[in-house]
């Protein structure tokens, strides 16, 4: 009896840390972001020699979407292991039902989130934006936005109201930040 307890312990514990970590990786990955964003108003020097083999606006677009498409790939590494702890936990047969029950209901949010993730994605791209890519939490949204133009505040104000109209986050739970 108490070796059940003991294992049912140490799967909710494996659980909990998986979901911890990948609320970290989401706050990593959201404060890089946060560092490498532009400000609204802030200058930028402009250089007038190109590199010769590529634009600057090239080399900027390479930039942005390697950081997109890695991005959604760590995103995409970190809730397939979530993901993966959490089938196994439901699959535990000394398991108790409240326990299958939490990591059900986690699978659910971890799903709701990537559907989320991904309209929100498609809808800012498709007002004409280079790329976006958006990390949804308990407690928030970021979303990074690639555009060669710069955000203003009626970009930032459109992609709210995406934002807004896709999820149940009110409007002080959304951050949006420009990729450099």
């Known amino acids: 009896m108490m070796k059940q307890v003991w294992k049912r312990r140490a799967v909710v514990g494996s659980v909990l840390l998986l979901v911890c970590v990948s609320v970290y990786l989401n706050w990593r990955y959201t404060d890089k972001a946060k560092e490498s964003s532009k400000v609204l108003g802030e200058s930028q020097l402009v250089s007038a020699q190109g590199s010769g083999?590529?634009?600057?606006?090239?080399?900027?677009?390479?930039?942005?979407?390697?950081?997109?498409?890695?991005?959604?790939?760590?995103?995409?590494?970190?809730?397939?292991?979530?993901?993966?702890?959490?089938?196994?936990?439901?699959?535990?047969?000394t398991a108790d039902d409240a326990t299958k029950n939490k990591a059900s209901e986690t699978l659910q949010v971890l799903a709701s989130y990537t559907v989320a993730e991904s309209q929100i994605e498609s809808l800012v791209t498709a007002k004409g934006y280079t790329d976006c890519v958006a990390f949804m939490g308990d407690d928030g949204i970021s979303v990074v936005v690639g555009d060669s133009d710069g955000l203003d505040a009626t970009d930032v104000a459109k992609i709210k109201d995406i934002v807004v109209d896709e999820t149940s986050y009110q409007v002080d739970q959304i951050k949006i930040m420009e990729a450099n």
């Open 53 to 93: 083999t590529q634009s600057d606006t090239e080399t900027t677009a390479a930039g942005d979407s390697d950081y997109f498409a890695t991005a959604r790939l760590n995103r995409k590494q970190a809730r397939d292991n979530a993901i993966g702890l959490l089938d196994d936990a439901k699959a535990d047969e």
